[in-house]
């Protein structure tokens, strides 16, 4: 349901629904609190027995929730959908907000909207300031990240190496790298639309989704879905190691698969 936050515990075998019920926008206690249209869920890194979740609402809100303390409350969004930034209390979020991660320090939240704005947004959530970082209008393009183009980014994930962090970003066709210290979007795949592995532009995309990264991995490597062509595919260290399905996965087949996760215990999960 796009109106309930559920937990799955996956060593006692339960399903539990956290927190939402009726279809609305309402604050408070978790056994009152409502949400309309869930897109997307991330959590604070910091924090492993009981953590704090950010929701981000097609309605233009994203919310918190506090599983400690019991308490939803809006960070930010005002229920008029627009591309404002400026202070939480008075900036806005437009429809079609797809996915959301922090980063490693959790006091930076990072989304995507891919319908409307085609951009790139930053929450701080320690000065409580929100701000466009990339994405000016409809199409792709690489450079700065102020000017760069991003179509239909639907996924996004933070990545942070040695070298430095980026924000790792899957589009309509291309997986689009924004380094977080140079500030320069630069991309991987080719210009048309397909499926093709290989390296750097001889690689083809058809509609990215969602995009994860392998947490113990000795490598770096990155998860992307597909929903054009019913896939998971893997990237190894970007524009050197070739893309390819993910080969221990075959035979399966997939049906829409609109996001991934790597459990470091588990394996894989797509949905």
Known sequence: STRLIRKIDIVGNQVTTATGGGWGHV??????????????????????????????????????????????????????????????????IQGGLYDMVINSDGNTLYFVVGDNSNNVRRLDLSTQIASTISGTSYGSADGPAPTAKLLKPKGIEFISTASGSALYIATRQKLKILDLSSMMVTSVGGNSYGSVDGLGNTILFNDLTGITVDPVSSQLKVYLTSTAEDEVRMLAAPGVTPVSPYSSLTPETFFLPASCIVHPKKGYSCT
């Open 27 to 92: 604050d408070g206690p978790l056994s009152v609190a409502m949400f309309k249209e869930i897109r997307a869920i991330t959590a604070k890194p910091e924090v492993t027995t009981t953590p704090i979740l950010y929701i981000g609402e097609n309605s233009g809100f994203i919310r918190k929730v506090d599983l400690s303390a019991g308490l939803v409350t809006s960070v930010v969004g005002t229920g008029t959908s627009g591309c404002v930034d400026g202070p939480f209390a008075t900036a806005q």
